[in-house]
């Protein structure tokens, strides 16, 4: 990046997505490291609690009704984005990356929804 550009990590509370990565805080939110702004703020929603939960709120809503109204097998069946939520069941694990990450072995979502 150029000499004095700003950098916001997002992805901060996951691990950070730069190799420069570091947590701060809202007390201390900014550091220069290799002549680059970074802002590296966990938890930056709350900052603004309010505006956060009503934008949690109505990005998550569907996929709880949908849960509440088809019960959860059916839920993850007709919605393949929901199904990609599910990272445990029953004692397996059903997301590939969680269980890569820890060498066990790994269920699709498909075959936990059936049983």
């Known amino acids: 990046m150029k000499s004095g550009a700003a950098f916001v990590d997002i992805s901060i509370d996951q691990g950070g997505c730069a190799e420069t990565s570091r947590p701060t805080n809202h007390h ?3 550091y220069i490291e290799e002549d680059v702004v970074h802002y590296c703020v966990t938890n930056m929603p709350a ?3 309010n505006t956060s939960t009503y934008a949690l709120t109505n990005s998550t809503l ?5 849960l509440a109204n088809r019960g959860f097998p059916q839920a993850l069946a007709r919605d393949k984005a929901l199904a990609k939520g599910l990272n445990t069941y029953n004692g ?3 997301h590939e990356g969680v269980a890569n990450a820890f060498n066990l072995p790994w269920t699709p979502v498909e075959e936990v929804i059936r049983s």
């Open 62 to 66: 569907s996929y709880g009704l949908q």
């Open 47 to 49: 900052i603004v609690p």
């Open 28 to 30: 201390a939110p900014i």
């Open 92 to 94: 397996k694990i059903t």
